[in-house]
């Protein structure tokens, strides 16, 4: 059974996703609102753990992008390192773009999800570095594979997704979302065409929310003018 996804994100009053792009707080209030009020309730959702993107883990110290290798005879077949107690860190890596000094982001065990198109000398290279990985299908998409693997394998009982637009997009569209936290930080950006919460790639016709009713959880405000919304994503059957 596939883990609990709650996508947990902050954005300006417009959407927008760059922090530092956002206007500046209003006087008297600490510039270290966004980050200190972001994690403050990320540990309220008690998850455990969490799942970005290549472009965001490669951020992370330790974290080198690199040019991605393909091809090998090895099995493909999931490889649970040893976690020891910690919250994980999934991050979705279809090529196997990055390489790892360390098992751990920000003190998290890293887990990478794939496409079986990856090199056997880039999972040996994984292993021996202690991160943990499988496979989402033979291109890296099927995201439900994926997370009854992280359910069934792994343990994992409720994940916060704290991608970019396009990730959180690719879950939308594939029916993956359970909840929605969102913080609406005071503050505007204002340009079009800036990272947004959800940007699924998709053709112009194509709705990635169809069949989606958000139900009212809670609003809460917070410090410094934060507003913390929350929604439980109710997906209508197939064929309503």
Known sequence: MRPKI??????????????????????????????RLYEQVAAKLGADGFLIGRKTMAEFTGVTAHEPTTGGDAPRKIHVADRKGRAIAV???????????K??????????????TVSD??????RKTGVS????????????????????????????LEGGGRINGAFLKAGLIDEISLLVYPGIDGQAGVSSVF???????????AGCSLRHLATETLEGGMVWLRYRMDQSPPGD
Do not use: N
């Open 6 to 35: 709650i996508c947990h994100m902050m954005s300006s009053i417009d959407g927008r996703l760059l922090t530092q792009r956002w206007t500046r707080p209003a006087s008297g209030i600490g510039d270290d609102i966004v980050p």
């Open 103 to 116: 098992d751990d982001a920000s003190g998290d065990h890293i887990v990478a999800i794939l496409s079986e």
């Open 91 to 101: 991050v979705v890596d279809p090529q196997g773009k990055l390489s790892y000094a």
């Open 199 to 209: 940007e699924y790639v998709g053709t112009a016709d194509e709705r990635p929310a």
């Open 133 to 160: 990985y499988l496979f989402a299908g033979a291109d890296g998409a099927d995201l439900r594979r994926a997370m009854d693997v992280l359910g069934e394998s792994f343990g994992i009982e409720t994940l916060l």
């Open 121 to 126: 000398d880039y999972l040996a290279a994984l």
